[in-house]
């Protein structure tokens, strides 16, 4: 029903898909191990979600692990396909299933245009799927076969709780990192972003690669610029 949506492949085991323009640019991150595959992100709603997954499909045919890097819409409204699918793992920051659990409801309003059956909660992989396992402090490990991934949060910065997401050589940094937009300020703490920015900054050796949760794939002298032009107070008029 629609075209394929492109792959780019990130090396190694990561790839990272760019969506389709007819809904938010959202990146979804994917790291096919030889048991499991992890999903990052799921989009914003049953239609966005079932491309996301038919895409999925065309890498791996193994069973999938979700990983949510944060509360927002575009995120993790496209959870419900997943776990339709199969899924039982949807691992996110303890903080960020606080607040899909208390502002769920309120985001469907977000998704009226490109997905109204996700906006009237009406249908087929509507209904609001939270996390399952949670992150907290710690880091997590996760197995997925010959292949280890680290989920770990670095502190308050685009919202309370992000999640990173660090495969080999690639990290998915969700909208702690953003390419070609401004960043978004409407649950954020700057002080403690600015704070997260410099630590990636100083995590290029370790990830060459850094995937934002919208845009093009930067590396770790974009968090530093991007630290740089907050502590300058850019983007102030930035929602
Ligand atoms: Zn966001």
Known sequence: MTEPTPWQHLGGPSH???????RALVNIGLVVGSERALVVDTGCGPRHATEILAGVRTVTKLPLVVAN???????????????????????????????????????????????????????????LVLPTRVVRQGPV????????????????AHTEGDLLVGAPG?????????????????DADRGGWIRVLRMLAGMGGE?????PGHGNPVTADFAARMADAMDRGAFRKAR
């Open 16 to 22: 990272v898909m760019r969506s389709t323009a007819a």
């Open 69 to 127: 890097t944060h509360a927002h819409w575009d995120h993790f409204f496209g959870n419900a396909v997943f776990k339709h699918d199969g899924v039982s793992d949807f691992w996110a920051h303890a903080a960020a299933r606080r607040d899909m659990t208390v502002t769920g409801e309120s985001q469907r309003d977000a998704v009226s245009g490109v997905e109204p059956e996700m906006a009237a909660g009406e249908g087929p992989g509507t209904d």
């Open 141 to 156: 490990v996760l197995d997925l076969g010959n292949l280890s991934v680290t989920l770990f949060t670095l502190g308050p």
């Open 170 to 186: 690639v990290l998915f940094a969700g909208d702690v990192l953003e390419e070609g937009a401004e960043p978004q300020f409407g």
């Open 207 to 211: 990830y060459p690669v850094m995937v």
